[in-house]
């Protein structure tokens, strides 16, 4: 299998051309590929395929192998991926995704793409569509118990589900013993995406991330914007802002008229490459 190693702030994934290559069971490809000792190393497969209503069709699957909704720093580098490699001449294209369909502006550098900015769509408030569990129509400061501990989240949907948590330090959060606990936590049907926030003013917060069937990764995109959503909802932040994750610096919009969320970021591809998949995942 000839596959494409990319990321955005850190985010990695496999990337797998599949107007050239069939994979049949991207599930086990997902997990074989993911792993950082006995794979490539990721934080999940991502499938660049045809698409009968947008320009392409992203399939995202997280490093345990589950299908994810969406993956805001993936679909840049699909973005990328698509135009450096010839499979199109436009900037502003379509991604179909199981999030819905995406827009995207691409910024060239040496006619390559370097950053891109994603219209990310509406963030969705409303709890049974999230989903969480909750007696509120929407989520917002709401107490929830983890661990043993009371926390206060505030829920959001960018094509994919989110717990927005605001901390006084991001540094001191245990993630490898919470994550788990909010990721399979009985109040999210689906599972969920965390966001540790620290504000550290009303246009910049900083961001931990721990991201259901992947772990802590260094950056997630979907949670920059619903992070900010959720900064706006309880008064923390303003509707631009810069989000800094481990992996670097994403810029978030909520542009409140068009009730659309924007972020822009950087794209890099680190390798091409090609692996011999195990014989009962061909």
């Not at 955005?8 to 599930?27: A, L, M, R, S, T």
């Not at 395929?49 to 392409?56: E, Q, R, V």
């Not at 620290?198 to 910049?204: D, F, I």
């Not at 900083?206 to 914007?225: D, F, I, P, Q, Y």
Request: aromatic content about 8%; overall charge negative.
């Amino acid at each position: 299998m000839k596959f494409t190693k990319m990321h955005g702030i850190g985010n990695d994934y496999v990337y797998v051309n599949c107007f050239k290559e069939v994979i049949k069971e991207p599930e086990k490809v997902a997990r074989f590929v993911s792993d950082r000792h006995f794979g490539i190393g990721a934080d999940g497969l991502i499938l660049i395929k045809p698409s009968k209503t947008a320009d392409f069709e992203m399939a995202m699957y997280n490093a345990d192998g589950s299908r994810g909704e969406m993956c805001g720093n993936g679909i840049r580098c699909v973005a990328k991926y698509v135009y450096d490699y010839g499979l199109t001449t436009k900037t502003n294209i379509s991604i179909e995704t199981l999030g819905g369909i995406k827009y995207l502006e691409l910024f060239l550098d040496n006619l390559k793409v370097n950053s891109v900015r994603v219209d990310m769509g509406k963030p969705v408030f409303k709890a049974s569509r999230i989903p969480v569990l909750s007696d509120n129509e929407q989520v917002v400061s709401e107490e929830i118990e983890v661990g043993g501990i009371l926390y206060k989240m505030t829920c959001v949907s960018m094509g994919n589900p989110h717990a927005v948590i605001f901390v006084e330090d991001i540094n001191k959060i245990d993630i490898e013993k919470i994550g788990p606990e909010f990721e399979n936590h009985k109040r999210f049907p689906n599972k969920i995406n965390t966001e540790f926030i620290q504000v550290v003013s009303r246009r910049e917060i900083k961001m931990r991330v721990w991201e259901r069937g992947s772990g802590e990764t260094l950056a997630c995109g979907t949670g920059a914007c619903a992070s900010v959503a959720a900064g706006v909802l309880n008064g923390l932040t303003q509707e631009e802002v810069k989000v800094k994750l481990l992996g670097g610096d994403l810029m978030i919009s909520w542009e409140r008229g068009k009730d659309t969320i924007y972020m822009t970021g950087p794209a890099v591809k680190v390798f091409d490459g090609e692996i011999e998949l195990p014989h009962e995942i061909r």
